[in-house]
Nanobody, 127 residues
């Protein structure tokens, strides 16, 4: 059973940090690219970051560059999103997603490219 479970979401003050985790099971993670997406209330879901199979390629939305870092640990079957200097506009439900990939070095953050999704974890940035 292929399953993705996000954890780590919380209520945090502006300027704070969180690390989200995405635990994968039921798949050989080394063959999959990982993406992180988020959805704020009343807005469309948007891509945040992605990481290629090998971990050698990462992409970030302009709004999070320099603040967020994506990583993966194949041995643990887990991907991470480290979020620093959080802003109120970062508030939303964060989802991890995965797709099979033949490429070791390519990834994208286009929602339609990812067929497998977790249930999401809530991140709220507020004073």
């Amino acid at each position: 059973q292929l399953q993705l479970v996000e954890t780590g979401g919380a209520l945090v003050q502006p300027g704070g940090s969180l690390r989200l985790s995405c635990a994968a099971s039921g798949l050989a993670l080394e063959y999959y690219a990982i993406g992180w997406f988020r959805q704020a209330p009343g807005k469309e879901r948007e891509g945040v970051s992605c990481i290629s199979r090998s971990g050698g390629r990462t992409n970030y939305a302009d709004s999070v560059k320099g603040r967020f870092t994506i990583s993966r640990d194949i041995a643990k079957g887990t991907a991470y999103l480290q979020m620093n200097n959080l802003r109120p506009e970062d508030t939303g439900i964060y989802y991890c997603a995965t797709r099979f990939s033949f490429s070791l070095t390519m990834c994208g953050i286009i929602e339609g490219e990812y067929p497998y999704w977790g249930q999401g974890t809530q991140v709220t940035v507020s004073s």
